[in-house]
């Protein structure tokens, strides 16, 4: 299933790049759709979703911007590569 789905999230992130040509837009909605997401699962209840604590999201900040920077360059080299 991971496989699967890693795989057709490429195939979209090439589609929406040859169609918009703005990687950081298409990143932007990617983690904003993700962030809606959850905020509606904790709203409706549907689970249990931790809330903000600086304490637990201090030690992961520099891990975070690696990580968008890492999607950031990916997406910039699928909007530059051939074909």
Same mark, same amino acid.
């Given at each position: =299933?991971?496989? =699967?789905? &890693?795989?057709? /999230? /490429?195939?979209?992130? +090439?589609?929406? /790049?040859?169609? *918009?040509? =703005?990687? &950081? $837009?298409?990143?932007? *909605?990617? $983690?904003?759709?993700? !962030?809606? $997401?959850?905020?509606? /699962? +904790?709203? &409706?209840?549907? !689970?249990?979703?931790?809330?903000?604590?600086? =304490? +637990?999201?201090?030690?992961? *900040?520099?891990? %975070?911007? %690696? $990580?968008?920077? !890492?999607?950031?360059?990916? %997406? +910039?080299?699928?909007?530059?590569? &051939?074909?």
């Amino acid at each position: =299933a991971y496989s =699967a789905a &890693s795989s057709s /999230l /490429l195939l979209i992130n +090439k589609i929406c /790049l040859y169609l *918009l040509r =703005a990687p &950081s $837009f298409i990143s932007t *909605l990617q $983690f904003a759709s993700c !962030t809606l $997401f959850i905020l509606i /699962l +904790k709203v &409706s209840g549907l !689970t249990y979703v931790d809330g903000w604590e600086w =304490a +637990k999201i201090q030690p992961y *900040l520099v891990y %975070m911007g %690696m $990580f968008v920077a !890492t999607i950031y360059c990916n %997406m +910039k080299i699928r909007q530059n590569e &051939s074909g």
